[in-house]
T-cell receptor, first 111, second 116 residues
Framework: GQQVMQIPQYQHVQEGEDFTTYCNSSTTLSNIQWYKQRPGGHPVFLIQLVKSGEVKKQKRLTFQFGEAKKNSSLHITATQTTDVGTYFCAGRQGGSEKLVFGKGTKLTVNP | SAVISQKPSRDICQRGTSLTIQCQVDSQVTMMFWYRQQPGQSLTLIATANQGSEATYESGFVIDKFPISRPNLTFSTLTVSNMSPEDSSIYLC?????????????FGPGTRLLVL
């Protein structure tokens, strides 16, 4: 079945450092979504990427979708303590209704 | 956006018992989903709750263990039957809805279940 791998599982950074999480699928994805889950909270939608090679920015967050539509990354510039949480990618295989989540990357930021 | 509430928010149960979790959405939605998230883990889809027909279960999940009801377009229940400590987890209800022009998933606050 469709799998979505995400690395690293954990990342601890000093405030102000950059952070990147990577997502890789075994199959081509029709789109990929990113979610953030704060400690004790529930996942909240951040963004969706659809096009091959697409890059989208939200303030300090940069999202990329690979040319082959099998991988994606989320990069945070100059992390802040408010960035703490677990970031999940979630992909949908072409024609499938099901959204498959990666295992998530848990980010902690040392002030 | 969709606002989702779940009841109970948490519970501690004895093994062998059953718990029914309720999910209420503030608008009519076609697709409702039930996920399980074990501590520090990712989200695993249990089933899709279909209105007017049986739920569609993912591999590894069966109706006898996780019966689901979907009586209308704003409500669903998930029952965790004959519980064991391995069922201790967070159970999340989710719906699909638009964020602008994008179909995204909205999650309820979750039900934290501990089975002793």
């Amino acid at each position: 079945g469709q799998q979505v791998m995400q690395i690293p599982q954990y990342q601890h950074v000093q405030e102000g450092e950059d952070f990147t999480t990577y997502c890789n699928s075994s199959t081509t994805l029709s789109n990929i979504q990113w979610y953030k889950q704060r400690p004790g909270g529930h996942p909240v939608f951040l963004i969706q990427l659809v096009k091959s090679g697409e890059v989208k920015k939200q303030k300090r967050l940069t999202f990329q979708f690979g040319e082959a539509k099998k991988n994606s990354s989320l990069h945070i510039t100059a992390t802040q303590t408010t960035d703490v949480g677990t970031y999940f990618c979630a992909g949908r295989q072409g024609g499938s209704e099901k959204l498959v989540f990666g295992k998530g990357t848990k980010l902690t930021v040392n002030p | 956006s969709a606002v989702i509430s779940q009841k109970p928010s948490r519970d501690i149960c004895q093994r062998g018992t059953s718990l029914t979790i309720q999910c209420q959405v503030d608008s009519q939605v076609t697709m409702m989903f039930w996920y399980r998230q074990q501590p520090g883990q990712s989200l695993t889809l249990i089933a899709t709750a279909n209105q007017g027909s049986e739920a569609t279960y993912e591999s590894g999940f069966v109706i006898d263990k996780f019966p689901i009801s979907r009586p209308n377009l704003t409500f669903s229940t998930l029952t965790v039957s004959n519980m064991s400590p391995e069922d201790s987890s967070i159970y999340l209800c989710s719906v699909e809805g638009p964020t602008g022009s994008v179909e995204t998933q909205y999650f309820g606050p979750g039900t934290r279940l501990l089975v002793l």
